[in-house]
């Protein structure tokens, strides 16, 4: 039996990567400062710590996994990323976690580490045309991201496959692109723009407007959270050792998300343009390194998975408002 450690265990994704790790048999050790509180908490052994502790790196780290899943980091959405309040927490906290799992890695002689990048690293230049962004993997440099989280993403990027070339770690990178989906943080400030709406639609009562933050012009491609495990699993059964895009090249203005979102909810109500962190003008997913590397695509349109994200956010509403 193939045993794997999830960092991170306790968020949206690492979450529903042990429910597919335990359906291909792992045996999955999850980490996390917080249990998962969406009923996806399936490892077989959770360890509640800070990976910014080495106590707590060496305890969960203790063996040579066969796989290691490195997603813990403080982050959130753009009402979280982009004010400017939490770039320091956001940095030291992220780097330090990533400088702590690689070191420990290479001691115990971890096989295979996954690390979760992020679009917000590429280069804020080649991303103020909302119609046309540029976001092909070999387009990272000259390096200039929009956000410090993006700057943390970046280095540890570099961290890993400078372990890789000096102590042959073996290392996965991908650069998520807006992954939503089921089971994850929908409120609180720290949620993505799909989740956001959608719980501003189903709250939204007759003859109230539905606030979007910015013009709404600002592009995004959103991944469902199937699709997203899926190329992650299929990226780490392969050889590529280098950073890919795993999105989707559907790209939409955050006022049709809105419009999509509102037509799912039976709902029609105007947008209320307010000042707010918008990020970069425009963002989506390249496909072309990761279709010829690993033959994967997206398969769900967007509408699919908003669709299912919706229902399950409306009962989380229900709950919250009985």
């Not at 961290?159 to 692109?177: C, E, M, T």
């Amino acid at each position: 039996m193939k045993k794997a450690l999830v960092c991170g265990g306790g968020g949206f994704i690492g979450g529903h990567l042990i429910a597919r790790l335990k359906s291909e048999g792992y045996w999955v050790r999850a980490v996390d400062i917080k249990t998962n509180e969406y009923g996806n908490g399936l490892a077989d052994e959770f360890v509640l710590g800070d990976l910014t502790d080495m106590t707590i790196v060496n305890q969960v780290l203790d063996q040579p996994f066969d796989e290691v899943y490195q997603l813990a980091a403080d982050m959130g959405g753009a009402g979280y990323i982009f004010t400017g309040e939490n770039d320091a927490n956001v940095m030291h906290n992220s780097a330090t976690i990533n400088l702590n799992i690689a070191n420990r890695a290479v001691q115990e002689k971890v096989k295979k580490l996954f690390y979760s990048s992020s679009a917000c690293m590429y280069p804020a230049y080649n991303q103020e045309d909302p119609n046309n962004p540029k976001c092909s993997e070999d387009s990272a440099y000259p390096a200039a991201p929009d956000s410090e989280y993006g700057w943390e993403k970046l280095f540890s990027e570099r961290l890993y496959l400078a372990y890789q070339r000096n102590y042959g770690l073996d290392v996965r990178i991908a650069r998520f692109h807006n992954i939503f989906g089921p089971k994850g943080t929908w409120t609180g400030g720290k949620e993505k723009s799909p989740a956001a709406i959608c719980r501003k639609v189903i709250m939204a009562k007759e003859g109230e407007s539905i606030e979007i933050w910015g013009d709404g012009q600002q592009t995004r491609s959103f991944l469902f959270i199937d699709e997203c495990i899926e190329a992650v699993r299929r990226l780490m059964n392969s050889d590529f050792i280098f950073p890919v895009n795993i999105g989707s090249e559907e790209m939409v203005t955050i006022n049709q998300l809105a419009e999509m979102v509102m037509e799912i909810g039976g709902k029609k109500r105007t947008l209320k343009h307010i000042p707010g962190p918008t990020g970069v003008r425009g963002r989506n997913s390249d496909n072309a390194l990761i279709q010829e590397k690993l033959s994967w695509a997206p398969s769900r349109p967007l509408k699919e998975g908003l669709e299912k994200t919706y229902v399950w956010i409306a009962q989380q509403v229900a709950e919250a408002t009985k």
